[in-house]
C-alpha cells in the first residue's frame, strides 16, 4: 500500500513543483515591468544603470564631454539644443530678433548676450524649475554664429567675414584668413566702425572720415598707441574691419643694374632707390636723374621733374636716371 501512495503521489508533487516555478517567472516578470514603468532608460548609447525618476518628472544620466564655444550669442545665430536622453526636446533653433530661443515645454529663452554653456546652464534649470526634468543634463552649440562677426580684407589668401569664437585677435585673423599674400605690405589698418552693423566697406578709401576709428598696424612692432600688449594682440570686437593694403612699389628705369619693381621704404630717396635698384652702370649720370610722378604718386606719366640723389620718393615715382651725354 505504502508503494502504491508513493507513486500517486509523485505526479502531484511534480505538478505543484511546476506550478511553484511558474507563478515565480510571473510575479518576477510583474516586478520587472513596474520597475521599467518608473524609470527612464539611460543614453542608449552608453552603458550605465537606470535611474529612478519621481511622478511627473523625468531622470537622466550625465552628459558626455563635448566642447563647446564661448562666443556670445546673439540675433541670428542658429544653436543646437541637446537634452540627454530627451530626443524630443534637441533641437536646431533660431535666435530671434529679440535675442531669444524657442524651446519645447519651455517656451521662449533669452539668451543673448550668452556663451553656449552659459545658455545651456539656462535652459536646464528652466526645465528643472519646470519639473519637467529631475536632473536635467543641456548642450548648446553654435551651429551658425551670423551676429558675432568681424571682417578681413584686402591682400590676405581668403578674404571675407569670420565669426568671434569667444577671443579673436588680429594676428589669429589673419591666420585663419590663410595669411598675408606676396603683395602684402607690411602695416594693417584695424577699422572699428561707428555702427557695427554697417557693411564693411570696400576699401579705407570708401570709409568717410567720422565712419569709425582707423587704427595702424606695423606687423612686427611691440605696441602701437601706447599700448602696453602687441596691438596684433588686440582683441577684435563684432563689426571691427582689418585691412591689409597692396604693397607701395616704386619703379626704377634707365642706366642702372636691376631696373624694376621695388617695395617703398620709410624715408626713401632716390639714392636708395638706385641702391635698390643694383646701384648705376657704367653709363648712368647722376646728375640727370628724372622722377615721373602720377597725381597722388599713383605712378602716372606726368611731365618729369629733374631730381637730386636726396629727393624723396613717393609711392607710385618712377624713377629714371638718363645716359650720360660725356
Known amino acids: 500500500m505504502s508503494h502504491c501512495r508513493s507513486v500517486s503521489t509523485a505526479p502531484g508533487r511534480l505538478l505543484a513543483l511546476r506550478i511553484r516555478q511558474l507563478l515565480a517567472a510571473w510575479l518576477g516578470a510583474v516586478a520587472v515591468c513596474g520597475s ?14 537606470i535611474l529612478p525618476a ?33 530626443p524630443d526636446l534637441s533641437a536646431e533653433v533660431g535666435v530671434n530678433d529679440q535675442g531669444m530661443v524657442a524651446v519645447s515645454l519651455i517656451g521662449d529663452v533669452p539668451v543673448a548676450g550668452l556663451s553656449p554653456s552659459a545658455a545651456a546652464a ?12 529631475l536632473k536635467p543634463e543641456v548642450a548648446v ?15 590676405v589668401r581668403q578674404p571675407g567675414r569670420y565669426p568671434i569664437p569667444g577671443h579673436l585677435t588680429v594676428l589669429e585673423l589673419l591666420a585663419t584668413a590663410g ?7 607690411q602695416t594693417v589698418t584695424l577699422l572699428r566702425l561707428a ?5 564693411a566697406p570696400a576699401s579705407l578709401d570708401a570709409v568717410p572720415p567720422a565712419g569709425g576709428e582707423r587704427i595702424p598696424i606695423r606687423l612686427g612692432d ?5 599700448a602696453s600688449r602687441s596691438a596684433l594682440d588686440a582683441e577684435l570686437r563684432t563689426g571691427d574691419v582689418v585691412y591689409v593694403e597692396r604693397k607701395k612699389l616704386f619703379y626704377i628705369h634707365g642706366e642702372v643694374n636691376r631696373p624694376g619693381a621695388y617695395p617703398m621704404e620709410p624715408g626713401m630717396t632716390v639714392m636708395r632707390a638706385i641702391a635698390l635698384g643694383g ?24 611731365q618729369p621733374f629733374r631730381a637730386g640723389i636726396s629727393e624723396p620718393v613717393q609711392p607710385g615715382d618712377t624713377v629714371f636716371v638718363n645716359e650720360s651725354l660725356f
Open 195 to 199: 555702427d557695427p552693423q554697417t557693411p
Open 122 to 133: 539656462r535652459i536646464a534649470e528652466l526645465l528643472r524649475t519646470g519639473g519637467f526634468l
Open 36 to 49: 521599467a514603468l518608473a524609470q527612464v532608460p539611460s543614453d542608449p548609447g552608453r552603458s550605465g544603470t
Open 54 to 86: 519621481r511622478p511627473g518628472a523625468l531622470q537622466t544620466q550625465a552628459l558626455p564631454t563635448s566642447t563647446v564655444s564661448n562666443a556670445r550669442i546673439g540675433s541670428g545665430d542658429i544653436l543646437r539644443i541637446t537634452v540627454l536622453g530627451q
Open 141 to 155: 552649440d553654435a551651429v551658425q554664429v551670423r551676429s558675432q562677426m568681424v571682417s578681413v580684407l584686402g591682400e
Open 279 to 302: 646701384g648705376a652702370n657704367l653709363r648712368a649720370s647722376l646728375r640727370r636723374i628724372d622722377i615721373h610722378r602720377g597725381t597722388g604718386g599713383t605712378g602716372g606719366t606726368d
Open 179 to 185: 595669411g598675408l599674400t606676396d603683395n602684402a605690405e
Open 222 to 226: 611691440a605696441s602701437v598707441g601706447g
